[in-house]
């Protein structure tokens, strides 16, 4: 797949002088970014083999900032790529060299603790682990919990619809969320979603924005739900001597009716990765590993402890580790945590991907995945969540030799090709981005793009916010209807006619 963006060669554009000029004046001194040697912690995100140095970047502290900045963009027809903390693995926060950058990473404050109604709101530059580090001391915390938690940021966790390991009973970005305060590429302020109520009249613009990637408005608030923390949870660690096993015990467990808080796997090559980097205990000789942990009423977990080793005996775990000690559990978790650093030790490169399969399926894409594995002649790595069927093939390559990551980027496309082959979709978290921009033809036909594309329309009449990304083919917008604002709230007016 092509992941080279639609920009013009260098980084200087007609006009930046007065560009920079004109927003210094709409921000304090310290809030814009000009100089070459500067831009260059901002050419890239998470998804590090593809850079770009910005035209300049921003950091604004308020939401007036925000829309200031947004209504100038509009005026110079400058475009606009928001970011967050840029642990994006599909280049969603990949720079133009003639747009600029907003970055969230001065919003950093968590603005309200409501205990009695179970939500928290924070700026989008708080990270996803603070939120939890907020409340745990009264006994709550905020269930998606990506691998970098630690570092990614609510608001980017909102416009990549981010999960996290306990997805699988706790669900997803989307299921916790309540409210967003965004702003719209003309400078309007508008709330969306029910706020600290459970739903809210009208069109559900709150799911069209969360997982949006950044295409429809910038996130200057959000409002999410705590979640009680449970009175017992156990942890299960498995071994097997294949992973098809291991998935066909995945899939035992969720057949039986038991909803486990979550369950990860990894193979062999991640497993001795992450016992080199902190030592978690894996069984090193296993082709496989599952983490199952169980929450919830503590006779409950017990039970349901019993009724999962049992599965896991008959599916052929050839080890398994139990524990409710909660020491010990972290430590169960501490591996697959730091996994993606552990892989980065073993390979000057890698490409995380990204995909979603129904988990009956799990056994047969993985043994695809060995098969495309030997013909790229690349090794990877395999840690996903395998309850949700949530796949993270981590691709090892070094970008020193000439056609390696060419390799690694057809291996990636082919998995993914997989993943909708077998009845799944082209991502689960991380987006679209770059990364998959190419493939979404594989899973949508062009009239499912035009209408999509026709919805960032209403929102980005001129497709100046983190154009380049998702779609594989730009189409101009037309009369399709625009959004209004009414006190506050986003309404339609002159509906698009598909």
């Known amino acids: 797949?092509?992941?080279?963006?639609?920009?013009?060669d260098g980084a200087v554009i007609e006009g930046r002088a007065d560009l920079l000029a004109h927003l210094a004046r709409l921000l304090p001194a310290d809030a814009v970014i000009g100089a070459d040697s500067a831009l260059a912690a901002?050419?890239?995100?998470?998804?590090?083999?593809?850079?770009?140095?910005?035209?300049?970047?921003?950091?604004?502290?308020?939401?007036e900032e925000v829309a200031r900045v947004l209504r100038a963009c509009l005026e110079r027809g400058v475009r606009v790529v928001p970011r967050g903390a840029g642990t994006s693995l599909s280049g969603g926060a990949l720079p133009l060299a003639?747009?600029?950058?907003?970055?969230?990473?001065?919003?950093?404050?968590?603005?309200?603790?409501?205990?009695?109604?179970?939500?928290?709101?924070?700026?989008?530059g708080v990270t996803n682990l603070a939120l939890t580090k907020a409340v745990e001391a009264d006994g709550f915390f905020y269930a998606p919990d990506p691998s970098s938690q630690i570092a990614c940021t609510i608001g980017g966790n909102v416009a990549e619809?981010?999960?996290?390991?306990?997805?699988?009973?706790?669900?997803?970005?989307?299921?916790?969320?309540?409210?967003?305060?965004?702003v719209l590429m003309d400078g309007t302020v508008a709330r969306i979603g029910g706020g600290k109520t459970l739903d809210a009249p009208g069109y559900d613009l709150l799911g069209v924005v969360t997982g949006s990637e950044g295409?429809?408005?910038?996130?200057?608030?959000?409002?999410?739900?705590?979640?009680?923390?449970?009175?017992?949870i156990g942890a299960l660690l498995a071994g097997f001597a294949t992973v098809e096993a291991a998935g066909e015990a995945v899939a035992a467990i969720v057949g039986a009716g038991i909803?486990?808080?979550?369950?990860?796997?990894?193979?062999?090559?991640?497993?001795?990765?992450?016992?080199?980097?902190?030592?978690?205990?894996?069984?090193?000789?296993?082709?496989?590993?599952?983490?199952?942990?169980?929450?919830?009423?503590?006779?409950?977990?017990e039970a349901q402890m019993d009724r999962v080793s049992a599965i896991l005996a008959d599916h052929g775990a050839t080890s398994q580790k139990r524990t409710r000690d909660a020491a010990e559990r972290l430590g169960f978790w501490a591996g697959r945590k730091a996994a993606f650093p552990a892989v980065g030790r073993i390979s000057p490169d890698y490409l995380c991907m990204d995909?979603?399969?129904?988990?009956?399926?799990?056994p047969e894409v993985l043994g695809r995945i060995a098969s495309l594995s030997a013909d790229y002649g690349l090794r990877c790595a395999n840690v996903f969540?395998?309850?949700?069927?949530?796949?993270?093939?981590?691709?090892?390559?070094?970008?020193?030799?000439?056609?390696?990551?060419?390799?690694?980027?057809?291996?990636?496309?082919?998995?993914?090709?997989?993943?909708?082959?077998?009845?799944g979709v082209l991502t689960g978290e991380h987006g679209v981005g770059i990364e998959k921009r190419d493939l979404m033809g594989e899973m949508f036909d062009d009239t499912d793009l035009a209408v999509q594309q026709r919805l960032k329309c209403a929102f980005d009449p001129k497709g100046l916010l983190n154009p380049g990304k998702v779609f594989p083919v730009l189409h101009a917008c037309v009369e399709l209807g625009r959004l209004k604002v009414s006190g506050g709230k986003l309404r339609f007016a002159d509906l698009p006619r598909f």
Do not use: W
Not at 47 to 56: E, S
Not at 407 to 418: K, Q, S, Y
């Open 385 to 423: 969540h395998a309850g949700d069927g949530n796949l993270h093939p981590l691709i090892l390559y070094d970008a020193n030799v000439d056609d390696e990551l060419a390799r690694a980027e057809a291996f990636g496309a082919d998995i993914l090709r997989t993943c909708v082959a077998v009845g």
């Open 259 to 301: 909803v486990p808080a979550g369950i990860e796997m990894m193979d062999n090559l991640a497993i001795n990765a992450a016992e080199d980097f902190c030592a978690p205990g894996y069984p090193r000789d296993a082709a496989a590993l599952l983490i199952v942990e169980l929450d919830g009423p503590a006779g409950e977990v």
């Open 215 to 232: 295409l429809l408005g910038v996130v200057t608030e959000v409002t999410v739900r705590l979640t009680p923390a449970p009175q017992g």
């Open 42 to 63: 901002y050419e890239c995100d998470a998804l590090t083999a593809y850079v770009q140095r910005p035209l300049a970047v921003v950091l604004p502290r308020t939401t």
């Open 1 to 8: 797949m092509s992941l080279t963006m639609p920009v013009p």
């Open 355 to 362: 995909g979603t399969i129904p988990r009956a399926r799990l």
């Open 98 to 124: 003639d747009g600029i950058v907003l970055s969230l990473a001065r919003f950093n404050r968590i603005l309200d603790i409501d205990l009695d109604n179970r939500c928290i709101t924070a700026q989008p």
């Open 161 to 182: 619809n981010s999960g996290g390991v306990h997805c699988l009973k706790y669900g997803l970005t989307t299921h916790n969320l309540l409210g967003l305060e965004i």
